[in-house]
């Protein structure tokens, strides 16, 4: 844990590095499709959640070697369960006066255990 806290136990910071970076940020937003069932109004009367995933982001300082397709292990704990994390996207930012940046771009499958 980063810092000394005070008051009310809050995580701060993130608790590990992600990717081989010095992990500035790391996300997840779990999402799910979903098939709604209407009446003969119109209303819906049912609704269905299946094919559940998430999509992971990560920035963080240094140049990422992560290839696209491949299996990424989380070291952080982000609540998603069994599944698969897959890298789809790598981006790498250079600039005049600022550190090399990676973002690196996943999707979380709970259905698929590699």
């Given at each position: 844990?980063?810092?000394?806290t005070v008051?009310?136990?809050?995580?701060?910071?993130?608790?590990?590095?992600?990717?081989?970076?010095?992990?500035?940020?790391?996300?997840?937003?779990?999402?799910?499709?979903?098939?709604?069932?209407?009446?003969?109004?119109?209303?819906?009367?049912?609704?269905?959640y299946y094919?559940?995933?998430?999509?992971?982001?990560?920035?963080?300082?240094?140049?990422?070697?992560?290839v696209i397709?491949?299996?990424?292990?989380?070291?952080?704990?982000?609540?998603?369960?069994?599944?698969?994390?897959?890298?789809?996207?790598?981006?790498?930012?250079?600039?005049?006066?600022?550190?090399?940046?990676?973002?690196?771009?996943?999707?979380?499958?709970?259905?698929?255990?590699?």
């Amino acid at each position: 844990m980063c810092g000394t806290t005070v008051g009310q136990q809050l995580t701060f910071g993130v608790a590990s590095d992600e990717a081989s970076l010095v992990t500035q940020s790391v996300s997840a937003t779990r999402k799910s499709d979903k098939k709604e069932a209407r009446d003969k109004c119109g209303d819906i009367i049912s609704v269905t959640y299946y094919n559940k995933h998430a999509e992971v982001s990560i920035e963080g300082l240094g140049s990422s070697a992560a290839v696209i397709g491949a299996a990424l292990t989380m070291s952080n704990t982000l609540g998603l369960g069994a599944g698969t994390t897959v890298i789809e996207e790598v981006t790498l930012d250079l600039a005049n006066e600022e550190y090399v940046k990676s973002s690196i771009k996943a999707m979380h499958y709970s259905g698929i255990n590699v």
